[in-house]
């Protein structure tokens, strides 16, 4: 076992990021889908796991977003996005925004929320967000939103862990 407090090699190599990669892994997190619209009104989303609290006074929250993205240019230019906070059994739903596609709304159960972003049906939770700052996080884009609006419908969330999806609420 490697002691804490050996020296840190520095992340080089190919077989170095995959070890990151992995020991990211290690970190359970929640699964959402943050929302929004293109300039001529196109829904617009993706799943990300990157999602976490950030200040209460005032509501901020983050999540990052990779360059390399085709939805970046319309997260940058909204006012709003939204984080729907997946449910346990929208597994399928995660993995379906989680591919490059034309339409990912299609055959999607969703509405066009008060500030202009789509809201799925069926999650945990929802934020409504206004966008607060952005900034340059390497290969991604740190977003940090204002909330303004928020929902909660009491369905158990969704839980991503050493790339596998798990269901949440199992006291130990
Ligand atoms: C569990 C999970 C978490 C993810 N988290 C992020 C994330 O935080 N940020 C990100 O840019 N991509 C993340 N992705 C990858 C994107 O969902 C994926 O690249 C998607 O195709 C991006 O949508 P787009 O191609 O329409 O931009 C994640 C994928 C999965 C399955």
């Known amino acids: 076992m490697t002691a804490l407090h050996e020296p840190i090699a520095p992340i080089v190599n190919e077989l170095d990021l995959k070890a990151f990669r992995e020991t990211l892994g290690c970190f359970a997190t929640g699964v959402a889908i943050v929302t929004t619209a293109s300039t001529d009104r196109r829904p617009v989303g993706l799943t990300i796991s ?79 967000c206004r966008s607060y700052r952005r900034y340059e996080g390497g290969d991604h884009e740190i977003f940090l939103g204002e909330v303004i609006g928020l929902n909660m419908t009491g369905r158990p969330g969704l839980v991503f862990s050493r790339g596998k999806f798990c269901r949440a609420e199992q006291a130990v």
């Open 50 to 128: 990157s999602f976490n609290s950030v200040s209460m006074a005032p509501p901020l929250i983050l999540w990052s977003l990779s360059l390399d993205s085709p939805s970046l240019s319309a997260f940058r230019d909204q006012d709003c996005f939204t984080v729907n906070i997946l449910s346990a059994d929208q597994a399928d739903l995660a993995r379906h925004f989680a591919k490059p596609q034309d339409d990912k709304f299609e055959n999607v159960n969703w509405n066009w929320g008060p500030t202009g972003t789509p809201l799925l049906d069926e999650c945990s939770a929802v934020m409504q």
